[in-house]
């Protein structure tokens, strides 16, 4: 049995173990239920080559003005899978058959963007680290879509029609 003078012992080591899982649960729980419905297209490609936007509901890749006159690659096109959680790389061709919404949001409240955060501390112990990369958030969910090439990054569009 638990004695007087053990009690704040115990209760020294069970409450801030409490309050640990209290935030954890509170802070990852309801990521796990939230589910965008919309993928989405866009580049990770040096896209200053090209103007790539939306027009009519498809995606339309323009060559700029090369004073060179020096061929270029078109830029690769990505698909992202919101429920499985993953790019694959698609043609124009096969982006063209979706018809997409080039709004910053999409329409259950979700948008894709850059974040840079470098952190620095110096107290009580020396730590550093970045966060950077392209992510989808909304709705309490911030999901890292890529970390590789975020400065290429061109968000396209929404896909409507799936």
Do not use: C, H
């Amino acid at each position: 049995m638990l004695s007087r003078e053990k009690l704040p012992l115990v209760v020294g080591i069970v409450l801030p173990l409490l309050l640990i899982l209290y935030v954890a649960v509170t802070a990852y729980l309801p990521s796990l239920f939230i589910k965008p419905k919309y993928n989405f297209i866009y580049s990770n490609d040096n896209y200053y080559d090209y103007s790539i936007n939306v027009v009519n509901g498809k995606v339309n890749i323009q060559p700029n003005y090369r004073y060179d006159n020096s061929v270029v690659r078109q830029p690769a096109l990505y698909l992202y899978d919101v429920v499985n959680d993953k790019s694959t790389l698609i043609s124009l061709s096969q982006a063209q058959n979706y018809t997409l919404d080039p709004s910053n949001k999409s329409l259950d409240g979700f948008t894709v963007g850059s974040r840079v955060n470098d952190s620095y501390s110096y107290f009580p112990f020396f730590f550093s680290g970045n966060d950077r990369g392209i992510y989808l958030t909304g709705n309490g969910l911030n999901r890292v879509i890529t970390e590789r090439d975020y400065y290429y990054f061109k968000f396209v569009g929404w896909i409507l029609n799936e």
